[in-house]
């Protein structure tokens, strides 16, 4: 059984930084792609970043240049640095692994594409 825990968030002030972490169990690293999501109240689920196995990622509009993505495929862990931190950055945040084959028309960053989801951890920036 997939298990994805999340860790690393909080509140923090506008332009601070966090440093979340997803911990996979019960799953080799394969192939497809990881990501991390972020829901804030009354609003749709937002693809945030995604990395495949050979190192290549995609990032939303939104984060680019202040989001880092990265893996560490020995100890199954997938990361979401965030830097200079904005209230539009609250959210809770979802890590997610692509295990099966999908069509590649559907998005790298679309939640279509992950099929095992972790539990969350709440991101507060405050201004």
């Known amino acids: 059984q997939v298990q994805l825990v999340e860790s690393g968030g909080g509140s923090v002030q506008s332009g601070g930084s966090l440093r979340l972490s997803c911990a996979a169990s019960?799953?080799?690293?394969?192939?497809?792609?990881k990501g991390w999501f972020r829901q804030a109240p009354g609003k749709e689920r937002e693809g945030v970043a995604a990395?495949?196995?050979?190192?290549?990622?995609t990032y939303g509009d939104s984060v680019k240049g202040r989001f880092t993505i990265s893996q560490d495929n020995v100890k199954n862990t997938l990361y979401l640095q965030m830097n200079n931190l904005k209230p539009e950055d609250t959210a809770m945040y979802y890590c997610?692994?692509?295990?099966?084959?999908?069509?590649?028309?559907?998005?790298?960053?679309?939640?279509?594409?992950?099929?095992?989801w972790g539990q969350g951890t709440q991101v507060t920036v405050s201004s």
């Open positions: 019960g799953y080799t690293y394969s192939k497809h792609w």
């Open positions: 997610a692994v692509q295990t099966m084959s999908i069509s590649s028309t559907v998005q790298v960053l679309s939640a279509m594409r992950y099929n095992y």
């Open positions: 990395i495949n196995s050979d190192g290549n990622t």
